[in-house]
């Protein structure tokens, strides 16, 4: 269970905006309890008329209060995000890339029951791995791409793909959709109304809906014809 305080504003009326959340987290798992909190917060820059917007995140900073097991007090999974999103001028798509994990670079796992072959097995020789391959393979798995098609103003179709997700959970003999993501999205009146799909493994995905809409044009729209 976790509650989230946020609270977010621009900054002296400019097209940079700051947030906070206080997240108060707790865990139960049949006798073993955690208790928890963290922050996160952000910068978002906007430039409205140029379509485009850049933000920064810095994720779950804080602490493990209580632990399942008295003793072995846990890290918080910190992460630090940035990412872009771009509407280049009379094409209907946005572009969106998302860099996760900046603290770290490399994110590789090795599966222990399944280890990459250094040596060949056959003239026992070490077998030498191309350097750009190396790097580009690391590059990619902080990467998560995304695009949004604008059919209309008020109708959308989504897309992603991350490629570390793919790469650590699909199975070999039967790939799948395994680290894409797709949705949809329209409005009506002042609604906006969402649903996306997210593809982690073959055996099961998540479906998301959302509803949302801005309290201040009701308000407006009040006000004006009080007026």
Request: glycine residues 8%; hydrophobic residues 35%; proline residues 4%.
């Amino acid at each position: 269970m976790c509650l989230n305080i946020s609270y977010a504003r621009s900054l002296l009326d400019t097209n940079l905006h700051f947030g906070a959340s206080l997240k108060t987290i707790y865990s139960n798992l049949e006798s073993y309890t955690s208790f928890g909190s963290a922050f996160d917060f952000g910068l978002n820059y906007v430039r409205p008329h140029k379509d485009f917007s850049i933000g920064l995140v810095v994720k779950n900073v804080g602490r493990q209060w209580t632990s399942y097991v008295p003793g072995n007090r846990e890290k918080l999974p910190f992460e630090v995000q940035i990412g872009f999103s771009k509407k280049p001028k009379h094409v209907p798509f946005r572009l969106s890339v998302v860099y996760e994990n900046l603290e770290k670079w490399d994110l590789t796992y090795e599966d222990p029951a399944n280890p990459t072959a250094t040596v060949d097995p056959l003239t026992g020789e070490a077998i030498k791995q191309n350097k750009y391959k190396v790097f580009g393979d690391k590059l990619m798995r902080h990467l998560v791409i995304g695009g949004e098609f604008i059919i209309t103003k008020n109708f959308f179709l989504r897309g992603g793909y991350n490629y570390q997700r793919r790469k650590e959970l699909k199975i070999p003999e039967k790939r799948g959709m395994t680290g894409f993501s797709f949705g949809f999205g329209f409005r009506i009146y002042k609604f906006h109304f969402s649903y996306g799909r997210a593809q982690y493994h073959l055996a099961g995905a998540t479906n998301n809906f959302s509803i949302s809409f801005d309290v201040n044009s009701f308000y407006k729209k009040a006000t004006k014809a009080t007026l």
